[in-house]
């Protein structure tokens, strides 16, 4: 009982010490921190960020020494210095969230950080601190890449801008010792389609025969995710040796028909969810000649591997066998014709003997 009451009162004596830190460093000596050269870097990719609030932790997983000198100043997308590193010697852990602006333009984006939330089980109070970073994070160089920070630990937005076609890496970090807390934050305003890798099969049965041999043309898409495909097609184009008969789409699409030789587009409005298929199947027949069934895939959403979205296959189709005309066939005898066919036989062999003789 007394170890567990003197587990509780160091715990409140904890809290109540990360409560009264200062929210930033200004006033602490120069000697503590040391300016970094920042380096450029950009890399897309990640994940979309959630539409609300993020509560997360500090894991204890991810450590390094010193962290970002809070100056009390939250960047704006107007631009801001990295202010130097803290206690350069010191551990710290910290957490980052990678997010892509998925756009062609660059964006003004804001984090509204809570690092004393009451909605959290531990809030972290004044020991967290949120900084952003374009394309990657190293914590050995954290001047590197560096766009923008929320300056005090305190409840309060940021912003800072996310040049096109790149990833946002938010880093929060411990302030004043390597600790395992709650905080919140919520991204706003960053340009963001989730991606949907599409993956294409294609199936002719059979390959070759003579004209006229119905041939059946199937293509699947696949959608691998991790998003949503919006608006997907496939596209499938037939050479001159295939004759279309009919189009049909798996659930949701439409199939249009257009060209000689055909070319055959179905299209699925709306989303096609991650995991999900849709499927084109043409009939056709053969015709005379060779040449190649083509299919594509697409969407209107970010393809993260386009090269698995289409797929081809060869199809012959020689001339038809030629036909005769069916054997002629003797006509069945009843027996009253028997016997006049046996009568006339027999008067024209004596016709024949009687001249003989």
Known sequence: MKNRLTSVALLLLASAAHAQLPPNDVGTPAAARLALPAVNGSVL??????????????????????????????????????PG?????????????????????????????DPDSAANPTPCATNAHASAYIGSYNPANQAANFIGDVGSSVAQPFL???????????????????????????????????AADLSLTLGVTPSSGAAGTPVAVSATATNAGPGAAQNAQIVIALPASLNLLSSTASAGGVCTAAGSPATVTCIWAGSTAAGAAI???????????????TASASSATTDPTPTNNSGSAAVSGTPPLPTFPPPSVVPALGLSSLLLLGVALLSVGVLVFRRRG
């Not at 499927?279 to 069934?293: D, E, H, Y």
């Open 45 to 82: 990719g990640g994940v979309c960020p959630p539409a609300g609030t993020v509560t997360s932790a500090f894991s204890g997983t991810n450590s390094q020494n010193g962290r970002i000198f809070r100056d009390a100043m939250p960047s704006t997308c107007a631009g801001k210095p990295y």
């Open 85 to 113: 590193i803290f206690n350069a010697t010191t551990a710290y852990f910290y957490e980052t969230f990678t997010y892509p602006n998925t756009s062609a333009a660059p964006a003004c984006v804001t984090v509204n950080f």
């Open 160 to 194: 800072f801008q996310v040049p096109a076609s790149t990833n946002l890496v938010l880093v929060v970090s411990n302030t004043s010792s390597a600790a395992a807390c709650n905080f919140s934050f919520q991204v706003v305003n960053l340009p963001c389609s989730q």
């Open 279 to 293: 499927s084109a199947n043409l009939a056709t027949t053969l015709a005379v000649g060779s040449g190649s069934v």
